[in-house]
């Protein structure tokens, strides 16, 4: 049972800074200036094209909308600068005390920037209540292996876990679905709307919002009182502008009018900007995938569609795999700043493999016509079969538009499939997607944490984040396994197991791997692209 707080609340006066995302670009004039700190961490002013969906923990899993919780919120595991691995943030210490308990103890003495106390109470507050509102657009899926929480006293906190030894847990404390949140602030069964939560104060993070003009406008102060694992930030006032179009980004770093922008940027744009030789670009590792999601029910012969048939849905989706070039995607449209994905974890992650190379196409990751007619043929469809595919016009990039345009090409080309390509703003998109609206669509993901199985457990278990219908007993169960091996060989071979079952059935189509990349200019200092995938650094002025 949850613990009283026993100490008197206290209003406090914000301040709050920034930690950003790639894919970057930093601008060279210092358009911010430098005042309101010292040694260069004054002012910056950051450029995006990303959209927020709620700065809500619990209703949203979108990089726009945790490029702010990042900033805003504490967590119990974070990951320091520059490593991949989970440390205590705001914890003093965090431990497994038994198979199924993973235990917390929170640093004394931490407080909101309201002045209200933090304590083992909010902490259990922020877990069951993205558990219980379970949005569709929520992080919920990634605490599926939680049951319950205790909270012995103010600074203790016990997670049972339904699954023993779960490998993966600690980094979860540190995904979207980690945000430590103020109950005096947010509701308890629904959604808190955002202007309630930068009115109420109820940040605790390294940063706090000053003043928040939805999707155009959130300036960030630096949080004296913040004592997790970020430490001190780097500047005393962050201004993040929002642009509609990333043509408008781009002219924005060239005019000087911010210092930094990230995401996103086409590939064009990056080449083009990379001839600057005020300039530099930077590449490093990322765990960012492309990929298109079926819907199980709506797409052609899906559950609930006109001539329901499994088999053909799948001979459906088997197909378009045979016919989608990769290669040419990533060449033509990205420049090679992607690169061909041929498996559902991707390179450099244990488990990682190319369970998709050898089943479709010609069997070395090229096309194969031939091969997709046959499959539909053999399946007894006739061709052209229509295709309702969706993708976002702004959310990943001014490059989707051509990215999908090749890909409706790549199936329209002998005459197999007739594609009709349709676009949506993201936060429409981000609704619709969820409520069975759109047969297949366009998806990114960016990892929430740096194992193989966030990009397994959140598309495959059965109560996935997709809401896509998919159900497949034996990837459900080679989930659970992989989630409690301890044996890390072991553990890899379940990971590989899970692709090539999910390979076979296709509950999406993976083909693009990106690379992070930032451009930094003469006057900005401190970018790093972070191994953890969170993609933040903290960029200063000379």
Not at 79 to 88: C, F, I, M, N
Not at 448 to 469: E, G, R, V
Request: glycine letters at 8%.
């Amino acid at each position: 049972m949850a613990s009283a707080k026993s100490t008197p609340r206290r209003v406090l006066t914000a301040t709050a800074g920034l930690a950003v995302a790639a894919l970057t670009l930093a601008g060279c004039s210092g358009g911010s200036g430098g005042d309101g700190g010292s040694d260069g961490g004054g002012a910056i002013v950051i450029g995006t094209t990303d959209k927020i969906t709620t700065i809500d923990p619990a209703g949203s899993y979108d990089n726009g909308s945790f490029a702010v919780m990042n900033q805003i919120y504490p967590f119990l595991m974070n990951t320091p600068y520059g490593s991949p691995d989970v440390e205590p943030d705001i914890a003093e210490s965090a431990e497994f005390t038994s198979p199924s308990d993973y235990t917390v103890k929170l640093k004394d003495g931490l407080t909101f920037a309201n002045g209200n106390e933090l304590t083992s109470s909010d902490v259990k507050f922020s877990f069951d209540r993205i558990v219980s509102i379970n949005d569709p657009n929520g992080p919920a899926s990634l605490l599926n292996n939680l049951d319950s929480i205790e909270t012995p006293d103010d600074l203790t906190v016990v997670f049972h876990l339904k699954s023993e030894n779960d490998q993966t847990f600690a980094q979860v404390l540190s995904s979207p679905a980690g945000p430590i949140v103020d109950e005096d602030v947010f509701s308890k069964d629904e959604l808190t709307p955002d202007k309630e939560i930068v009115d109420g104060k109820a940040f605790a993070g390294q940063y706090s919002i000053e003043s928040y003009d939805f999707n155009n406008l959130i300036q960030y102060k630096a949080n004296p009182d913040y004592k997790g694992i970020l430490g001190e930030a780097e500047n005393e006032v962050v201004n993040v502008k929002y642009y509609a179009e990333s043509s408008n980004l781009k002219l924005a770093v060239q005019e000087g009018d911010i210092d930094v922008a990230y995401r996103s940027l086409s590939a064009t744009d990056v080449e083009d900007l990379s001839k600057n030789d005020k300039v530099k670009v930077t590449s490093g590792p990322g765990g960012e995938i492309r990929y298109i999601v079926f819907n199980f029910d709506t797409m052609p012969f899906g559950a609930k569609a006109e001539g329901a048939d499994e088999a053909k849905a799948l001979a459906v989706r088997q197909a378009m795999a045979d016919l989608i070039d990769r290669e040419q995607i990533a060449k033509q449209v990205y420049k090679d700043t992607y690169t061909p994905l041929y498996s559902y974890v991707p390179e450099g992650l244990t488990g990682a493999n190319e369970s998709l190379k050898g089943l479709y196409g010609d069997g070395e990751g090229g096309p194969d016509a031939d091969k997709a007619k046959q499959r539909l043929e053999d399946a007894g469809i006739e061709t052209p079969v229509k295709l309702s595919i969706q993708y976002s016009n702004d959310h990943y990039g001014p490059s989707s538009a051509d990215e999908y345009a090749l890909i409706k090409s790549q199936l329209e080309a002998d005459g197999l499939f007739s594609v009709d390509l349709q676009t949506t703003e993201w936060v429409q998109y981000s609704k619709d997607r969820t409520s069975d609206v759109y047969p297949m669509y366009q998806l990114g993901w960016f990892p929430d944490y740096s194992d193989a199985a966030n990009y397994l457990q959140p598309f495959f278990s059965k109560d996935n984040f997709l809401l896509n219908h998919y159900d497949n007993a034996e990837v459900q169960k080679l989930i659970d396994q992989q989630l409690v091996e301890s044996d890390q060989d072991a553990r890899a071979d379940l990971i590989s197991q899970i692709q090539d079952v999910a390979a076979k059935t296709l509950p999406t189509l993976p083909y693009l791997q990106g690379a992070q990349i930032a451009v930094s200019g003469a006057d900005v200092e401190g970018i790093t692209l972070d191994a953890s995938f969170k993609f933040r650094y903290a960029p200063i002025h000379k």
